[in-house]
């Protein structure tokens, strides 16, 4: 048995200590937000928080999170990235958006107010096939922007 803290409550759970975080954030835990892409940690559609930094959960075994905060998309809602993102219409088959929104978030704990290439660099990891990501990248700017 393995204990996780996801989303500030404490699950135990029982897995191969090998299992990626994703599977069993999906698979156990029901929480869909975070997204199978690559498999390879290379995509960012499954990015969560392990302690407030994004990391992709498709690559990340549990027994590396255990005693660790690990936070989803359904988390940290609402999130006034997530209401920029709709400002913008900055979504287009919202496949990546979960694992962006992760990313931007952290950014925007670190630095509440980035500038367009703090941004860019913040999604760099990200894919999106859709040619949304100048819209993501206003988005997140947005956010900031209206962080006070």
């Not at 969560?48 to 992709?56: E, K, Q, S, Y």
């Not at 609402?78 to 929104?101: N, R, S």
């Amino acid at each position: 048995m393995i204990t996780l803290t996801v989303n500030g409550v404490e699950h135990r759970v029982a897995a191969d200590p090998d299992t990626p975080l994703l599977y069993v954030l999906r698979n156990e835990l029901g929480l869909m937000g975070a997204r199978f892409g690559c498999g390879l940690g290379l995509c960012g559609a499954c990015f969560v928080h392990v302690d407030g930094h994004p990391v992709p959960s498709c690559d990340t075994p549990i027994w590396s999170v255990e005693g660790k905060a690990v936070t989803t998309v359904e988390g940290i809602t609402p999130h006034p990235v997530q209401q920029a993102f709709l400002d913008e219409q900055a979504a287009q088959c919202g496949y990546c958006v979960t694992g962006i929104i992760m990313s931007a978030a952290a950014l925007l704990e670190r630095d509440p107010h980035p500038g367009e290439s703090e941004v860019v660099a913040a999604l760099d990891r990200h894919l999106c096939r859709c040619g949304a990501q100048q819209r993501m990248v206003r988005a997140v700017v947005r956010a900031g922007e209206d962080n006070g």
